[in-house]
């Protein structure tokens, strides 16, 4: 049985960065402790956090691993950075900023098998769902995509803890993830994770296609874009809670 936990913290309090370290090229590892000593927050698999870094920015980033005394998250320098990712590599041990959550939008559901696919810095929310469903005995698989090994934070991490259960393809080397491949015979009572950049959401989308519903699930970098289809109208919504009804304007 895996448990999912009671995310859904919205606690804020201030951490201090125990240890950096570069796991990658461009991906830089944090460990975050608490400054008041006070125990951390439980998180589930596939749980997230806020990063405040000052003037305004907040970013998002999946915690990979950690206990009640360290979370530990892994950032991806982006070259277009809007602040966030080069505020984090410019942090260094004894910094303190401030964070919020956990919160967890992308669960780990309970199955007998599971399929993860991860493409670069989107291996880190399926770090913690590889431990939690190995130690649950489920049949499980990571297909680990990124552009060159040298790229690919934990690759031989991953490879050494669950020999066997882990593929690693650099794309320098045999190109893109073989998805027709690897998902073209849907399999009973197994569930697909998949995170990474948007093209590689839409093609395990599309190459899933035929699977039973609800057997996919997929975590974004960021929301995606929506085809309008028409000017945007008014709406109504009713709160669940307490029967209220809304009006939405159109912007």
């Known amino acids: 049985m895996i448990g999912t936990g009671n995310d859904g913290h919205d606690e804020r309090f201030e951490v201090s960065v125990a240890a950096h370290r570069i796991v990658a090229e461009a991906v830089v590892e944090l460990s975050l402790e608490r400054v008041d000593g006070i125990t951390l927050p439980y998180f589930s698999p596939g749980s997230h956090i806020d990063l405040e870094f000052g003037n305004g920015i907040v970013r998002q980033y999946s915690l990979l691993g950690g206990n009640d005394r360290i979370w530990r998250v892994a950032i991806l ?55 939690a ?49 690897l998902v073209c015979n849907p399999k009973p009572e197994t569930l697909i994770y998949c995170c990474g950049p948007e093209p590689l959401l839409q093609a395990v989308e599309a190459a899933t296609a035929h699977w039973p519903a609800d057997s996919l699930k997929v975590e974004r970098f960021s929301p995606r874009e929506i085809e309008m289809d028409g000017p945007d109208k008014p709406i109504e919504v009713v709160l669940a809670s307490s029967g209220l ?6 912007d």
């Open 245 to 250: 009804t809304v009006q939405v304007g159109p």
């Open 77 to 131: 320098r982006e070259p277009q950075s809007r602040g966030g990712s080069e505020a984090a590599h410019q942090l260094k041990t004894g910094n303190r900023l401030y964070v919020r959550g956990p919160r967890n939008h992308f669960a780990l559901k309970n199955a007998p098998g599971y399929i993860f696919i991860a493409g670069g810095i989107g291996i880190t929310p399926l770090m913690p769902m590889m431990a």
């Open 133 to 181: 469903s190995e130690t649950a005995g489920a049949h499980v698989h990571l297909h680990y995509g990124g552009r060159r090994a040298g790229s690919m934070a934990y690759a031989d991490v991953l490879a050494s803890a669950y020999p066997g259960k882990v593929t690693i393809y650099p794309q320098d080397v045999g190109g893109l993830l073989p998805l027709d491949a």
